[in-house]
């Protein structure tokens, strides 16, 4: 059995309100980016509740580019 199979990885799910705080993205602007395709989409957890995975928030941090 390998290492990764004894140990799964377990995604933290993230409220808009943590999105936000860690983004510095506006919850209008997190929005707008969903729909163009430019930020991960949200999962459904319930009822009228979403969250997002932290492992892709993290990855679409990590694809920005900095400018000089």
């Not at 140990?7 to 980016?33: C, F, H, W």
């Not at 430019?38 to 969250?51: A, D, E």
Request: aromatic content about 6%; hydrophobic content about 30%; proline content about 4%.
């Amino acid at each position: 059995m390998n290492q990764s199979a004894q140990n799964p990885t377990i995604d933290l799910l993230l409220p808009r309100r943590e999105v936000e705080k860690q983004t510095g993205i506006s919850r209008a602007t997190l929005y707008r980016m969903i729909k163009s395709g430019k930020f991960p989409r949200s999962v459904s957890i319930g009822t009228g509740s979403v969250r997002w995975k932290q492992s892709d928030v993290t990855a679409w941090q990590q694809s920005l580019t900095t400018t000089v």
